[in-house]
């Protein structure tokens, strides 16, 4: 039977490309009502007309297509044309046009991915056009919201235009049928595990679980306690697999697997973790931006519930994921003043990012306080939370261009929950496998 960490690790890839979507290929350079324009460039004067190049589908498509049509409206002398592509197809068309010099101006990207863009010099370094147009990034983004777009050698590849944090939803019912206190914002790891084994009861079928599995558990794991899994930031790039803290979390996590606390393959397959968690058969599960409409017609009248911040680990803070998308500029761009130009726009204006808070969570400031101020749908629940993460949010690179160091956790996590292995030994091998895997795919092209 196949593991659940593979599976949760193509998920982490695929939503890397569905923070904003991924679908049809599309096409569009029309025009509508002009948007209004938060700042002017302060640079040369951009005309001429570029593509931007992404993937999406639904209301992220709608999303996209509305940003570049607002765009195009302001008459600034820049005409955007927008293409869409399946993300099933997007990066091996992008690397073909890359490798053949017919790229397009400005180019959707996340995280986990563009690293591979960078080290071979397919991405414009933005920071002199942040420090000449006086782009204040501390005034306009959200804390954290930027952190993953910085190289260790200062150069930024580029900006994020939609963020989704992750947070825990609980079933306040189910916690009042088990007599235990709801989390608070104040809880730690300890007292998380101390939750979930007095959450837990029954067996097989039957069994109720403190918290259910979900996809995001190993990404989150070697972050819990403090570590991170390896640093890119560092030059070279360090792999921290046998660092104290990285093993701490992931002892932790799948301990709670191994106790019966957290549900294992079997039961997964049993019982999907959303059908879990709706059907009230467990306390509490992961819960981004991207699962409000579902949560909230499918919650409709049914429970109670709540969310609250991860737990924190021993320095008191809680740390959560992040995955964001945003946009890039190709380093051999014919028109890059005016590729700028479109990212700004699209990144740091209010009006852009209040386009985007109809596929996700917006991550200019003040349209994300705002965004932070409503409800979820059918609940008395701020949507605040999410944002307020954001600054201690750790952003998710297991896939994409690291696929094959995620792909080596991914074993040894099945090696320890599943083949007896000891976590620290085990550990210990996954560095000396990763180490050179990362090296190769860190050096400079």
């Known amino acids: 039977m196949k593991k659940l960490l593979s599976l949760a690790l193509a998920i982490v890839i695929a939503l890397s490309m569905a923070a904003c979507g991924g679908g049809n290929s599309v096409s569009t350079g029309t025009t509508s009502a002009p948007a209004a324009s938060d700042s002017e460039a302060s640079g040369p004067k951009a005309s001429g007309t570029i593509t931007v190049y992404g993937w999406g589908s639904g209301s992220e498509l709608e999303a996209h297509k509305q940003i570049v049509e607002d765009f195009n409206a302001l008459n600034t002398g820049v005409k955007a044309n927008l293409e869409i592509v399946p993300s099933t197809e997007y990066s091996t068309k992008l690397k073909a ?20 863009y960078y080290l071979n010099n397919n991405f414009e370094d933005l920071s002199p056009y942040i420090e000449r147009d006086s782009f204040d990034l501390e005034g306009i983004f959200t804390p954290g919201a930027t952190d993953g777009y ?45 939750v979930c084994e007095k959450l837990t009861s029954g067996e097989g079928a039957s069994k109720e679980y403190g918290m259910t599995y979900h996809w995001a558990t190993t990404a989150l794991a070697h972050y819990s306690a403090g570590g991170q899994l390896f640093d890119i930031s560092t030059s070279p790039a360090k792999m921290m697999a046998n660092d104290p803290l990285v093993i701490e979390g992931v002892k932790m996590y799948t301990d709670l697997i191994k106790d019966g606390y957290y549900p294992d393959n079997a039961a997964v397959q049993n019982m999907p973790s959303e059908t879990r968690f709706f059907s009230g058969k467990c306390g509490m599960i992961f819960f981004f931006p991207w699962d409000i409409a579902n949560f ?65 969570m917006p991550v200019v400031q003040t349209v994300a306080a705002n965004w932070g101020e409503g409800l979820i749908p059918n609940t008395e629940i701020s949507r605040q939370l999410f944002v307020d993460v954001m600054a201690t949010s750790k952003q998710t690179i297991l896939g994409g261009s690291f696929n094959e160091i995620g792909d080596l956790y991914s074993t040894a996590w099945n090696d320890i929950v599943y083949n007896g292995a000891d976590v620290t030994e085990r550990m210990e091998q996954l560095q000396e496998e990763a180490e050179p895997v990362l090296a190769r795919l860190t050096a400079e092209k």
Not at 97 to 116: C, R, S
Not at 159 to 165: C, G, K, Q, S
Not at 326 to 337: E, H, I, L, R, V
């Open 150 to 194: 910085v190289y260790s050698d200062g150069a930024r590849w580029g900006l994020p235009f939609v963020a989704n944090t992750m947070v825990i939803a609980y079933n306040k019912e189910y916690f009042d049928k088990y007599g235990v206190e709801y989390p608070t914002g104040d809880w730690d790891w300890n007292e998380f595990r101390e």
């Open 97 to 116: 046009m890359l490798a053949a010099g017919t790229a397009p101006d400005v180019i959707m990207t996340g995280v986990d991915d563009n690293h591979f």
């Open 296 to 360: 909230s017609e499918s919650l409709n009248g049914v429970f109670e519930w709540d969310i609250v911040s991860l737990p924190k680990d021993a320095t008191g803070t809680s740390t959560t994921l992040q995955w964001n998308t945003g946009y890039a500029m190709n380093a051999d761009s014919k028109n890059k003043d005016a590729a700028w130009e479109f990212i700004k726009y699209a990144c740091g204006s209010e009006a852009a990012a209040e386009v985007i808070t109809n596929c996700g």
